[in-house]
């Protein structure tokens, strides 16, 4: 399987190209994700919710149009004012942040719920534990987390971040947090399949396999990419009741 880096992606300049770079933003879909919004509706989103890597913050956006407290982070100041302006103009608040995301274990916030839209794939697998830390410390015991990530077992053959396994998730939040369900979803893009191919660039993805049925992907109505992924949702356990190895 194709692997990739996200280590080289110029995210800034990503954002500042606009509609220019749209092939290289297939997560920049004008809208929340479909999967995001099922979970919300639903009421699976409570108290105070953190955005976590919020990109154009289309997600935060739709959580706080149904009521929700938000707070959005990002590493990309492009984006976090394209989110404010967003919010603006829709005549909703939220709290929109320029950080990288691990300063926040020094902020003292604490947060209800934690939305992981495609982050957490973006970090290097050495990364892990410090990421699954800076969880236990953002988060309220109780907390709930719903994370989206590009899956081993699931996720199409094109270049992009790293692929997680089911098992790669439990062995990393099982200790700690009492994982509810990990289940395969829907993850749009913006770009149809033709685009994918375009991406094949090692300016921008090291790919170390071949590429040939980058063609062959499922699509929505509007032709563009759709790919199976995994939804984590998992709630944080009483201090008491963690342990030192995964559930």
Not at 85 to 112: C, E, H, M, P, W
Request: aromatic share 8%.
């Amino acid at each position: 399987m194709p692997t990739g880096s996200t280590e080289k992606i110029p995210f800034e300049k990503l954002y500042q190209g606009g509609e220019k770079s749209g092939p290289l933003m297939p997560w920049n879909i004008g809208g929340p994700q479909p999967a995001v919004r099922a979970i919300c509706d639903q009421g699976g989103f409570r108290g105070h919710v953190l955005d976590l890597g919020c990109g154009l913050g289309d997600n935060a956006l739709y959580l706080a149009s149904k009521g929700l407290r938000v707070s959005a982070v990002d590493i990309s100041e492009v984006a976090v004012q394209c989110g404010r302006d967003k919010a603006r103009d829709n005549d909703v608040t939220i709290d929109f942040q320029v950080a990288d995301a691990f300063s926040l274990a020094a902020s003292g916030a604490r947060y209800d719920t934690v939305l992981d839209s495609a982050f957490f794939h973006t970090l290097p697998a050495e990364d892990v534990p410090r990421y699954t830390e800076l969880l236990r410390i953002l988060c309220n015991e109780g907390a709930e987390l719903h994370l989206f990530t590009f899956s081993k077992e699931l996720t199409p053959d094109y270049p992009g971040p790293r692929r997680v396994s089911e098992p790669e998730l439990r062995d990393a939040f099982g200790a700690e947090w009492d994982i509810k369900v990990i289940e395969a979803t829907r993850y749009h893009s913006s770009l149809p399949p033709e685009a994918v191919s375009r991406m094949v660039d090692p300016r921008t993805f090291e790919v170390d396999a071949p590429t040939d049925n980058l063609t062959e992907q499922m699509t929505d109505e509007a032709g563009n990419v759709v790919s199976r992924i995994w939804h984590m949702h998992a709630v944080l356990r009483p201090q008491e009741t963690r342990s030192e190895t995964p559930a």
